[in-house]
């Protein structure tokens, strides 16, 4: 589990095909610091850790993994944010995050107001998630408030920490995210829906 509290941003060195599987290589100075078999969140997507050599390691996806998120764009010199699972002795400073993306989303404004930086996210609403005004969300792994909340989009603000210590630096208008909607939103959205079923008449 995680909390989509951004430890540090890694670098993509080296990118090898497997198949339909692609194995990432990336620079990061909390490499040494890694283990192998280790659950790492990368821009949300939970990977698990494969090698370790200096200040690089190792990580794959497989081609579900690809098909659902925004890894299979991702090219040598992209930036990812990174976090490791949360321990159980820390504190929770932002929400219960998986690292499973529930599926893609794209920017399509970006804006400096006071300081702080506004950003809109559109996704396919048929998909069957939703977001809440003042709910949570994790965009690129970054947990963030939502507000402007609509069937199809949200915008956050990003402070200027959040800014330049992730990659939501790098972030065009058209760029693709990946997204994990709210937990206890979903199992809320599921038993509403159990709750308004049609019974079955014997």
């Given at each position: 589990?995680?909390?989509?509290?951004?430890?540090?941003?890694?670098?993509?060195?080296?990118?090898?095909?497997?198949?339909?599987?692609?194995?990432?290589?990336?620079?990061a100075?909390?490499?040494?610091?890694?283990?192998?078999?280790?659950?790492?969140?990368?821009?949300?997507?939970?990977?698990?850790v494969?090698?370790?050599?200096?200040?690089?390691?190792?990580?794959?996806?497989?081609?579900?993994?690809?098909?659902?998120?925004?890894?299979?764009?991702?090219?040598v010199?992209?930036?990812?944010?990174?976090?490791?699972?949360?321990p159980?002795?820390?504190?929770?400073?932002?929400?219960?995050?998986?690292?499973?993306?529930?599926?893609?989303?794209?920017?399509?404004?970006?804006?400096?107001?006071g300081?702080?930086?506004?950003?809109?996210?559109?996704?396919?609403?048929?998909?069957?998630?939703?977001?809440?005004?003042?709910?949570?969300?994790?965009?690129?792994?970054?947990?963030?408030?939502?507000?402007?909340?609509?069937?199809?989009?949200?915008?956050?603000?990003?402070?200027?920490?959040?800014?330049?210590?992730?990659n939501?630096?790098?972030?065009?208008?058209?760029?693709?995210?990946?997204?994990?909607?709210?937990?206890?939103?979903?199992?809320?959205?599921?038993?509403?829906?159990?709750?308004?079923?049609?019974?079955?008449?014997?």
């Amino acid at each position: 589990m995680f909390t989509g509290i951004v430890e540090a941003t890694a670098e993509i060195v080296e990118i090898v095909a497997e198949g339909t599987n692609l194995t990432f290589r990336l620079s990061a100075a909390l490499a040494p610091e890694l283990k192998v078999d280790q659950s790492v969140s990368h821009n949300g997507v939970c990977l698990t850790v494969t090698s370790i050599e200096g200040t690089t390691y190792t990580v794959t996806a497989v081609d579900e993994t690809l098909k659902k998120t925004n890894l299979g764009q991702w090219k040598v010199g992209t930036k990812v944010n990174v976090e490791r699972c949360m321990p159980a002795h820390g504190r929770f400073d932002g929400h219960i995050v998986q690292g499973h993306v529930d599926q893609t989303g794209v920017c399509t404004y970006i804006a400096e107001v006071g300081g702080s930086w506004l950003f809109d996210f559109t996704y396919d609403a048929a998909v069957g998630n939703i977001t809440v005004e003042k709910g949570s969300i994790c965009v690129n792994g970054v947990s963030l408030t939502v507000f402007n909340s609509h069937d199809d989009g949200f915008r956050v603000t990003i402070i200027p920490y959040t800014y330049e210590h992730t990659n939501f630096h790098q972030l065009k208008v058209g760029d693709i995210v990946n997204l994990e909607f709210d937990i206890l939103g979903k199992y809320m959205q599921k038993i509403l829906a159990k709750s308004m079923a049609p019974i079955a008449v014997k």
